[in-house]
């Protein structure tokens, strides 16, 4: 069943789909909120009506996860398929010939869906799913996918990078808000410590898998340095606590250069709980659903974004039981650990709330350009005191002015016409 979040979102997302203007949304949830299955039936709506949809996650894990939920949802259709880069040979042609005659409905995959080669004939919504993950032409050269028209196109996240915020408070998006969990959720307890700390961390680790939980240890490298630096790496990590800390535990390792296979493996035993500890780098940052799971280690915390940050935290908390997460770093200045440790109305801040610390960090990036950070061009608001149901007030006032006065002629519209003239000169767009 939908919580009424989600079927307000969903909502939306129709109403954009009958148009025929494309759409443009951000559909925002916090981690866990249930954010998938809304695209997934946006998906659905748009193969109802004669179009293709593709779905584009950050990471081969993702893209399989989310496949194999679509296998469920569209168990009698519409018909789909993976396409990643370990798709090859007669596979890969058949996919291929699928979305170019229109025989596949729905199409999931990696950065692969963009490539040159990958054709469809009549795409007519593009999913990009943990939109932070990915570049700016990445997400609009699915725009070039069309059959001459542009697609529509749903972004989602939990945690919106600056670049996309500002565009939400400007309009070049459209926001959708999915503000509540599933019930039983409990807020996830955050702890910052240092590294000569760790021993009391792995004493509670320890203490979580007496108890029948799981544990997440992520670290911000594969490799160990050979030039002998500190920075935490899995497979160090892993050997370490493997012979001491975490003794006698069932310890396994996973990151981005195993094979697909590999990984899903390893995945799978500990989904079954014949694992006790996974030590991995952030390619279990989104989209892994481990209910047992309880307690994240984030090793080397600072050298992650505020987006990366909370995106592992989420991986843990999706069950009954109380959970923690410990980011471990000597960076006791970071104004991104600071936020991660903020609380609010007695729980941690939000994706939209953190979004918005981003926002303040690192500033919002340009407009129309491909910087997705930095000094924000346009100064007619402060953008980290935006709520948004301020967004929604200003754009409904946006459409109220433009459907009363479209070119922006009547005189006391003529410093807006001319604020605007201006941004588009700026960009030789005029």
């Not at 080669?117 to 939109?131: H, P, S």
């Not at 670290?219 to 493997?242: C, N």
């Not at 500890?277 to 989209?287: N, P, Q, R």
């Amino acid at each position: 069943t939908l919580t009424a979040a989600q079927q307000r979102s969903l909502r939306e997302i129709r109403a954009d789909l009958a148009r025929r203007v494309p759409m443009s949304r951000l559909l925002e949830g916090d981690v866990g909120s249930g954010k998938t299955v809304v695209a997934a039936l946006g998906a659905r709506i748009a193969v109802s009506s004669g179009a293709q949809a593709a779905l584009m996650a950050p990471t081969e894990l993702l893209a399989e996860q989310h496949s194999r939920s679509l296998a469920v949802l569209f168990e009698n259709g519409p018909t789909h398929a993976l396409l990643t880069s370990s798709v090859t040979g007669d596979a890969r042609r058949r996919i291929l010939g699928g979305l170019a005659d229109g025989t596949i409905d729905v199409v999931v995959g990696t950065h692969a869906l963009v490539e040159e080669g990958v054709a469809f004939k009549r795409l007519g919504l593009a999913i990009v799913d943990e939109q932070h993950r990915f570049g700016v032409r990445q997400r609009s050269t699915f725009r070039e996918k069309g059959d001459g028209l542009d697609p529509h196109l749903l972004l989602t996240t939990a945690t919106p990078i600056p670049q996309t915020l500002n565009q939400t408070i400007y309009r070049d998006l459209d926001i959708s808000l999915i503000d509540e969990l599933p019930a039983g959720r409990q807020p996830i307890i955050t702890h910052l410590r240092t590294p000569d700390q760790l021993a009391k961390v792995w004493e509670g680790v320890r203490l979580a898998v007496e108890r029948g939980q799981q544990a997440f240890v992520v670290t911000p490298r594969i490799d160990p340095d050979e030039t002998g630096d500190d920075v935490p790496s899995a497979i160090a990590v892993e050997r370490d606590l493997r012979r001491a800390d975490l003794r006698g535990l069932r310890l396994a390792l996973m990151h981005g250069r195993m094979p697909a296979r590999e990984r899903d493996d390893v995945m799978r035993r500990f989904a079954a709980r014949d694992l006790d500890v996974l030590v991995a780098t952030t390619v279990i940052e989104v989209g892994i659903d481990i209910p047992n799971a309880t307690v994240m280690v984030i090793l080397g915390a600072d050298r992650f974004g505020l987006a990366q940050l909370h995106q592992l935290r989420g991986r843990v908390g999706r069950g009954a039981e109380r959970a923690y997460c410990v980011l471990v770093s000597d960076a006791s200045d970071s104004a991104r650990l600071a936020a991660m440790v903020e609380q609010k109305d007695g729980r941690p801040l939000d994706g939209f709330e953190l979004a918005n610390r981003d926002l303040q960090i690192r500033g919002a990036g340009e407009f129309l350009g491909t910087r997705q950070s930095g000094a924000p061009e346009l100064r007619i608001v402060d953008l980290a005191d935006v709520d948004p149901r301020l967004i929604d007030e200003t754009a409904s006032e946006a459409d109220r002015i433009l459907s009363a006065d479209p070119v922006l002629e009547r005189p006391d519209h003529g410093l807006l016409a001319n604020a605007v003239d201006q941004l588009w000169r700026r960009y030789a767009l005029a």
